[in-house]
């Protein structure tokens, strides 16, 4: 079993839509998690961190289910530009060590005009 | 502006010439990672460096070197490239004032 687990897609969606992704992580211990978008043949980079109560970031609203270890990312009203892999990642490392980012394979969106 | 700077972008090498590629970060931290990215398999972790002179094996090591002579400078060496080499290489450093990574350019390398 991969330590994340995200569905590979890939999403077509219409603009305007609403899109979930959801992720699953094997280690109850973990400690952060994130989730980070990547353009094709682009380096990852930072879309938001998740916390335990959850967090907005105008149209993208990510959630955390540490009981069921999964977490989910909604994105509203999508746009053209939201078209990208997302990465769904986690921190394994016990608190206060070094950083131990474990990355999901990354789910697949494409917003059709 | 907080960047992780590695080179070369594109590399095309034959198998068994010795090539390393160069990461470098301005943001004066102490950790600093390599991860390779392949389809379906997503970003593993190669090596890290908790600082100066301290590095240790990540996920997929086998193949590779590492040195940190210097905080700023983490090269990767592959010795005796082979075409499971082949792949899309980034180095990572922690992104202040977060929890998250900031990643370089990325690099792709073919072995041949």
């Known amino acids: 079993r991969k330590e994340v687990e995200q569905d590979p897609g890939p999403f077509n969606v219409p603009e305007g839509a609403t899109v979930a992704f959801n992720c699953t992580y094997s280690?109850?211990?973990?400690?952060?998690f994130f989730w980070y978008r990547q353009d094709c043949r682009k380096e990852p980079k930072l879309l938001m961190s998740?916390?335990?109560s959850g967090n907005e970031d105008g149209r993208f609203t990510a959630q955390l289910n540490r009981a069921s270890q999964y977490i989910s990312l909604l994105i509203r009203d999508s746009k053209l530009s939201d078209s990208a892999t997302y990465l769904c990642?986690?921190?394994?490392?016990?608190?206060?060590?070094?950083?131990?980012?474990?990355f999901g394979s990354g789910t697949q969106l494409t917003v059709l005009p | 502006e907080a960047q992780v700077t590695q080179n070369p972008r594109y590399l095309i090498t034959v198998t068994g010439k010795k090539l390393t590629v160069t990461c470098s970060q301005n943001?004066?931290?102490?950790?600093m990672s390599w991860y390779r990215q392949d389809p379906g398999l997503g970003l593993r972790q190669i090596y890290y460096?908790?600082?100066?002179?301290?590095?240790d094996k990540g996920d997929v090591p086998e193949g590779y070197k590492v040195s940190r002579k210097e905080k700023r400078n983490f090269p990767l060496i592959l010795e005796s490239p082979s075409p499971n080499q082949t792949s899309l290489y980034f180095c990572?450093?922690?992104?202040?004032?977060?929890?998250?990574?900031?990643f370089g350019s990325g690099t792709r390398l073919t072995v041949v």
């Open positions: 990642v986690v921190n394994m490392a016990p608190s206060g060590s070094a950083r131990q980012l474990t």
């Open positions: 280690n109850s211990a973990s400690q952060s």
């Open positions: 998740v916390y335990s």
């Open positions: 943001m004066n931290h102490e950790y």
């Open positions: 460096s908790m600082n100066v002179e301290v590095t």
């Open positions: 990572a450093s922690p992104k202040s004032g977060t929890y998250g990574y900031t």
